[in-house]
């Protein structure tokens, strides 16, 4: 299983992003998908999560801001970050907890490669 993260990128305090992530592989399906950010020098926070049902939590730091998606037939992730802060700059990881196999109950997290966002003006 491999995730492809994308849509980092340099902008401007206030401005707007939209990160994607899709899942590939031996995929029977995925429950949880989230995204995490690190900023150097800091461990790794989760941003948002969204379960197969569309069912959302969001760090208390982006509420408001960002909104998580996904399209379960495309196995992606979506988190659209709007009136972007200096202090959302960071790595953007995304994760996805994978059944590999009808016949494997247990679900297995994977790993994106990270995407950079950097605010700055």
């Known amino acids: 299983v491999q995730l492809q993260a994308s849509g980092g990128g340099l902008v401007q305090p206030g401005g707007s992003l939209r990160l994607s992530c899709a899942a590939s592989?031996?995929?029977?399906?995925?429950?949880?998908m989230g995204w995490y950010r690190q900023a150097p020098g800091k461990q790794r926070d989760l941003v948002a999560t969204?379960?197969?049902?569309?069912?959302?939590t969001y760090a208390d730091s982006v509420k408001g801001r960002s909104t998580i998606s996904r399209d379960n037939a495309k196995n992606t992730v979506y988190l659209q970050m709007n009136n972007l802060e200096i202090e959302d700059a960071a790595v953007y990881y995304c994760n996805a907890e994978v059944r590999l196999s009808s016949r494997i109950s247990t679900h297995y997290s994977y790993w994106g490669q990270g995407t950079q966002v950097t605010v700055s003006s």
């Open positions: 592989g031996t995929i029977f399906s995925i429950s949880t």
């Open positions: 969204i379960t197969s049902d569309g069912r959302t």
